[in-house]
């Protein structure tokens, strides 16, 4: 199979996506739009791409060009605990500056605080990108945050071990595919359902309608998110998320009730999911 990930390789999206089998062929592509587009135009099989993180939250541009796409959907979803290395070429003690991604830079800021108040930072497209620049300009005397596996291929010593701010840093990776494909059902047997929803303009309480229908049958959200519609100042789509188990039939029930209402439901996928530790 091949399957699009958010590059280069040994990102952390390159981890989650090597959980899907090592005979797989992997394409690394620069952002996220470009793996769900490139899937989109039948170039590939699945894509994996980032969707939220524990501490930095919704990864926005999974969401929007997710919702901005038709026929796509989720498969799985692989969470994967995110362990920061602060990257540096042999002999270098006191890096001139710091690169990364903008979400690990963030996810490392107590450590960077405390042991480099003074170094800038500068943010750069991956994590694996700024290890490789680092490893490719010796004579800068930069630093990296990235992987281990980054490290190991970019021969890079670790300055700084698992500088992540918080010990339970996790991301979760949605594999996406198209709609007549089967679900990754070896991940797990746990099984989550995620809905895109759109309310009416003239529907009075509309969002309370929406979260009415699920509590009454005491159907368990566990998350709900808005996002902008990106038409007019105020008017936001919603992401729902929630635990499938013996409530199917309630689900359903209550996206029917949802569009007697005239609220717009997208379902995106009902996919298992897979912990790695």
């Known amino acids: 199979m091949k399957i699009a990930y958010l590059g280069p390789k040994n990102s952390f999206s390159f981890q989650a996506a090597s959980q899907l089998g090592e005979e797989n062929e992997f394409i690394p592509y620069p952002s996220i739009p470009m793996c769900l587009q490139a899937l989109k135009s039948d ?7 980032p969707i939220e993180n524990s501490l930095e939250g919704s990864v926005h541009a999974t969401v929007d060009q997710f919702f901005q796409t038709t ?3 989720v498969l799985g979803e692989i969470i994967l605990p995110i362990r920061q290395q602060l990257l540096v070429n042999p002999g270098t003690t006191l890096p001139g500056k710091i690169l990364s991604h903008p979400q690990a ?5 107590q450590f960077l605080e405390s042991h480099f108040p003074e170094v800038p930072m500068e943010a750069v497209s991956s994590t694996t990108f700024a290890a490789e620049w680092v490893a490719n300009h010796p004579d800068k005397k930069y630093a990296a945050i990235a992987s281990e596996e980054a490290a190991k291929e970019y021969s890079l010593e670790i300055l700084g071990k698992d500088i992540q701010d918080n010990a339970y840093n996790q991301t979760r990776f949605w594999i996406v595919g198209n709609e007549k494909q089967q679900t990754f059902d070896f991940l797990g047997p746990t099984t989550k359902m995620t809905l895109f929803v759109t309310l009416p303009a003239n529907l009075p309480g ?3 309608k929406v979260l009415s229908t699920f509590a009454w049958r005491n159907i ?3 998350k ?10 105020g008017e936001y789509f919603f992401i729902i998320e929630l635990t ?6 309630l689900i359903e029930q209550a996206v029917k009730e949802m569009e007697s209402l005239k609220i717009g439901v997208r379902l995106i996928g009902h996919y298992p999911i897979k912990v790695c530790s």
């Open 220 to 222: 368990d959200l566990t």
């Open 206 to 208: 509309a969002l309370h």
């Open 105 to 109: 830079l963030a996810q490392s800021q």
């Open 71 to 73: 026929g796509l959907v």
């Open 224 to 233: 709900v998110e808005s996002r902008p519609l990106k038409t007019n100042l």
């Open 43 to 49: 170039a590939l099989d699945y894509a994996l791409v």
């Open 244 to 249: 499938v188990d013996e409530n199917e039939a």
